[in-house]
């Protein structure tokens, strides 16, 4: 069955950001990613409670790659979904009425839902579980 593993947050201060939720939530550093797109970078910090990824997402500005989907303030920017077949799933989001935003061949595959927010399906096992300092696991993004 499909699981939502993921939640990403567009962000203004990546730092504050993240201490909120280290500090108030418990959540756990585990990386964070510089990218570079066609029209800008972002950066991703990626924390855990032990069994969601929660990425906050700083852009660089806001013509940035993807910088847009979610619209031009803080918000959530996207849910991902993990499942056993994403070809099979995105097959299933078009014939549903679902866009695909993301270029052919890329993972992960970004979609809006009819009248809906942006979301991502992943391969199973994207966000690998790691053991954290407290013995618990998270998810490992690469």
Not at 16 to 24: A, I, K, L, Q
Not at 48 to 77: K, N, R, V, W
Request: charged share 25%; net charge negative.
């Amino acid at each position: 069955m499909p699981k939502i593993t993921h939640i990403a947050l567009k962000v203004k201060d990546l730092d504050e950001t993240s201490r909120f939720y280290e500090t108030v939530f418990g959540f756990a550093h585990v990386n964070t990613v510089h990218r570079d797109g066609e029209r800008g970078s972002h950066v991703s910090r990626h924390l855990t409670d032990g069994a969601l990824d929660l990425t906050l997402m700083q852009y660089a500005h806001e013509d940035a790659d993807e910088a847009d989907f979610s619209g031009p303030a803080p918000c959530i920017h996207h849910f991902g979904i993990e499942v056993d077949d994403v070809e099979a799933f995105a097959r299933a989001l078009t014939a549903s009425g679902g866009e695909i935003l993301s270029a052919p061949g890329k993972l992960p595959v970004k979609f809006r839902a009819p009248g809906g927010p942006v979301a991502e399906i992943v391969p199973r096992g994207r966000y690998r579980k790691q053991t954290l300092a407290d013995g618990t696991h998270g998810p490992v993004i690469e």
